[in-house]
Nanobody
Framework: QVQLAESGGGLVQAGGSLRLSCAASGRTFGRYAMGWFRQAPGKEREFVAAISWGGTVTYYGDSVKGRFTISRDNAKNTVYLQMNSLKPEDTAVYYC???????????????WGQGTQVTVSS
């Protein structure tokens, strides 16, 4: 059992930056990949970024490439999402997820956080 807790969401202006954090607790001894997804009202859940356990392999959704950066600190059991050049279209609830396997853009993750709201104003 792994529990994930996102933090760092809030209201930012377009063009601004925000860093989300996701702290894992519980059964964190395994080599789990982490991912970020987001969901806006009326839209399907969208892949944002993913990172392998060692941090070597990363994936990004097309809509965030060049603007967002995923990283992790395994000593702190935490994954981060640095969000730069934010756009109003980035407004969504952001969820972190963990899986015991390779990083993937698919929603095939074993554990999910509760989500944190990110709102980007025009």
């Amino acid at each position: 059992q792994v529990q994930l807790a996102e933090s760092g969401g809030g209201l930012v202006q377009a063009g601004g930056s925000l860093r989300l954090s996701c702290a894992a607790s519980g059964r964190t001894f395994g080599r789990y990949a982490m991912g970020w997804f987001r969901q806006a009202p009326g839209k399907e859940r969208e892949f944002v970024a993913a990172i392998s356990w060692g941090g070597t392999v990363t994936y990004y959704g097309d809509s965030v490439k060049g603007r967002f950066t995923i990283s992790r600190d395994n000593a702190k059991n935490t994954v981060y999402l640095q969000m730069n050049s934010l756009k109003p279209e980035d407004t969504a609830v952001y969820y972190c997820a963990a899986r015991f396997g390779p990083a993937t853009e698919r929603s095939e993750y074993d554990y999910w956080g509760q989500g944190t709201q990110v709102t980007v104003s025009s």
